[in-house]
């Protein structure tokens, strides 16, 4: 009898992010290790990772980190993990070569020997369970979901995940060995979520090619193609649609995304044929109708790099009339509003724009149907929806309960949940420490939401500097106070304003100056309250109000 406890550390109630702890008595069994990129409040903040405490306090028990495949969600947040933890990593050909990439940048390339490359007929033998793992369909290639054997039946991750019965060679779904791992008995599953919300059945990506090839061929000039580079599935497609159309495909950008690079090196993505390749210079030589250009965006993102190519400030290409730019993969809905101000000036270029979900349903995730597939194929005890929101994971229950799952079956952890087995049922008995850490340019953790306020009310309000020098001895104020505002009104204008404030700091500096509990603390408080309510009142806005006071404890007066 094992004791297991499966605790979600990041990738419930939120998209990305996936970590979860799986622990077989004393083994604890990492799956995933992925991030968020933030929302539009989150003002500067690059990345978001999980919280780390509890991996961190129980490291030494820390048997090794699993991937499903080379995504940002999945193995971005690796190398901070890394830093606090000194496990084996183990992951697929190309999980393990993008892994690679993030660890080597955070200047942790000795980590490497310590990557492990594992296949789907691997079975990897630990004190306290075997792990192998099953290959899937996703949009990008060497994708697996991980299987945890222990005494008390299997335990299932799927990772990003989706079925496609016309998916390539390198896509397909070991349809085979999920049906073994069913009859083995599984006590519990962790499945995707992401599009369980959606009632859109995703086409096969036969379909997808097919489109494609039509897009390329109705278009009678040149076709941009923005698609996110970490879409590798679909920049096959978009290869094999320039072959098929007898269009070249020239690369944007100075350098390519490096995940693209690196399928392009390890033959993840097959190039169908070397004349579709065109040589950048060679790109105002070429007639409109054989060209493709694909841009995937310098960090990923190719909708800024089109807005580039519409006002003239891309290296390369500049969007004319008669272009049609194709929106290949679809973006998150945090980008709509970019998407339809981009939309905007493409049309103002004299060019056309066209998404491909315009005239076809197509996710890299499962759809309702497949998901119910999964649950027919694994037949798990316990349900576990992971990776989407609550709303997402709620979804994905009710799907379970349409197959008849009851609801003791179905388990929707929040954060940090531990989910422990006892006596052959598996519940939620308590929680452990998790939760987001902010990650901004190199700085982890350091940024908490008092920081995160001030940034959006200096970017949204300015900031009000009053700068003053007092002698605590001679009791009085020796310079200033100076006034100066950022980003809040135009000092010219507002000059009233502008002298009540330094009024009424002059009075708040002689009061506290005449007190015989001086305290700074309360001086400066006192100086942002009463500017700050004063120009509410006036202006009906909320800027920053910095008060820089300075002692000048030396200070002679000339006469003295
Ligand atoms: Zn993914």
């Known amino acids: 009898?094992?004791?297991?406890?499966?605790?979600?550390?990041?990738?419930?109630?939120?998209?990305?992010?996936?970590?979860?702890?799986?622990?077989?008595?004393?083994?604890?069994f990492v799956l995933d290790c992925g991030l968020v990129y933030p929302e539009g409040e989150m003002l500067g903040i690059d990345y978001v990772i999980p919280d780390f405490s509890y991996l961190e306090e129980n490291k030494e028990r820390i048997v090794g980190i699993f991937l499903t495949h080379g995504h940002a969600d999945a193995v971005g947040a690796l190398p901070y993990l890394l830093e606090v933890v000194d496990a084996p990593v183990f992951g697929t050909e190309f999980t393990i070569a993008i892994a690679s990439i993030t660890a080597k940048a955070k200047g942790l390339g000795d980590r490497l020997e310590n990557f492990f490359k594992i296949d789907e007929k691997m079975e990897i033998e630990f004190e306290d369970a075997q792990v192998t793992f099953f290959k899937t369909t996703h949009s990008i290639p060497d994708s697996v979901g991980i299987v945890i054997h222990t005494d008390e039946g299997q335990i299932v991750?799927?990772?990003?995940?989706?079925?496609?019965?016309?998916?390539?060679p390198l896509y397909q779904t070991e349809f085979g060995r999920l049906t073994d791992i069913g009859e083995a008995g599984v006590l519990a599953l962790l499945s995707?979520?992401?599009?369980?919300?959606?009632?859109?059945?995703?086409?096969?990506?036969?379909?997808?090619?097919?489109?494609?090839?039509?897009?390329?061929?109705?278009?009678?000039?040149?076709?941009?193609?923005?698609?996110?580079?970490s879409n590798i599935s679909r920049i096959q497609q978009v290869m094999d649609a320039a072959y098929h159309t007898n269009r070249k495909i020239f690369f944007s950008g100075t350098e390519l995304y490096d995940i693209v690079?690196?399928?392009?090196?390890?033959?993840?993505?097959?190039?169908?044929?070397?004349?579709?390749?065109?040589?950048?210079?060679?790109?105002?030589?070429?007639?409109?109708?054989?060209?493709?250009?694909?841009?995937?965006?310098?960090?990923?993102?190719?909708?800024?790099?089109?807005?580039?190519?519409c006002r003239g400030q891309h290296r390369q290409v500049k969007i004319k009339e008669g272009d049609l730019v194709y929106i290949a993969s679809t973006p998150s809905l945090a980008f709509e509003t970019t998407m339809a101000r981009i939309k905007d000036q493409v049309y103002r270029c004299g060019a056309t724009v066209q998404?491909?979900?315009?005239?076809?349903s197509t996710?890299?995730?499962?759809?309702?149907?497949?998901?119910?597939?999964?649950?027919?194929?694994?037949?798990?005890?316990?349900?576990?929806?992971?990776?989407?929101?609550?709303?997402?994971?709620?979804?994905?229950?009710?799907?379970?309960?349409?197959?008849?799952?009851?609801?003791?079956?179905?388990?929707?952890?929040?954060?940090?949940d531990v989910i422990e087995l006892h006596q052959g049922v598996l519940q939620i008995t308590k929680q452990v420490e998790a939760g987001d850490v902010l990650v901004d340019g190199i700085g982890v953790g350091d940024i908490g939401s008092v920081?995160?306020?001030?940034?959006?009310?200096?970017?949204?309000?300015?900031?009000?500097?009053?700068?003053?020098?007092?002698?605590?001895?001679?009791?009085?104020?020796?310079?200033?106070?100076?006034?100066?505002?950022r980003g809040f009104i135009y000092v010219k204008e507002n000059i009233e304003i502008l002298q009540t404030c330094s009024t009424m700091t002059l009075d708040t500096?002689?009061?506290?100056?005449?007190?015989?509990?001086?305290?700074?603390?309360?001086?400066?408080?006192?100086?942002?309250?009463?500017?700050?309510?004063?120009?509410?009142?006036?202006?009906?806005?909320?800027?920053v109000v910095l008060p820089i006071i300075m002692e000048a404890s030396s200070y002679q007066m000339p006469n003295e």
């Open 192 to 229: 995707d979520s992401a599009n369980a919300e959606s009632s859109f059945e995703n086409v096969s990506d036969l379909r997808v090619l097919d489109e494609i090839v039509e897009t390329f061929s109705n278009a009678d000039g040149r076709v941009i193609v923005a698609c996110i580079g």
């Open 509 to 543: 500096l002689d009061k506290h100056l005449a007190s015989d509990n001086f305290d700074w603390n309360e001086l400066k408080q006192d100086i942002r309250d009463q500017i700050g309510r004063y120009l509410y009142q006036e202006t009906k806005r909320r800027p």
């Open 1 to 28: 009898m094992s004791k297991i406890q499966i605790i979600p550390l990041g990738g419930v109630r939120e998209s990305g992010k996936n970590l979860y702890a799986v622990e077989v008595n004393q083994s604890i």
């Open 363 to 416: 996710s890299g995730h499962a759809s309702q149907t497949d998901l119910k597939l999964m649950l027919n194929f694994l037949k798990p005890k316990y349900l576990i929806p992971v990776n989407g929101e609550y709303r997402m994971q709620n979804a994905h229950a009710v799907l379970a309960r349409q197959l008849g799952y009851k609801d003791e079956q179905l388990l929707l952890p929040a954060l940090g």
């Open 355 to 360: 998404e491909i979900t315009d005239h076809i």
């Open 157 to 168: 991750y799927t990772g990003d995940f989706r079925f496609d019965a016309g998916a390539t």
């Open 261 to 309: 690079d690196t399928a392009l090196k390890m033959d993840k993505i097959k190039i169908p044929s070397r004349r579709i390749l065109g040589q950048i210079k060679q790109l105002n030589t070429t007639p409109d109708e054989e060209v493709v250009i694909l841009e995937t965006g310098d960090v990923g993102e190719p909708l800024k790099a089109v807005e580039a190519m």
């Open 451 to 485: 920081v995160l306020r001030d940034r959006r009310i200096l970017s949204e309000e300015g900031i009000f500097i009053v700068v003053a020098t007092i002698s605590r001895r001679l009791g009085r104020v020796l310079v200033g106070p100076q006034i100066t505002s």
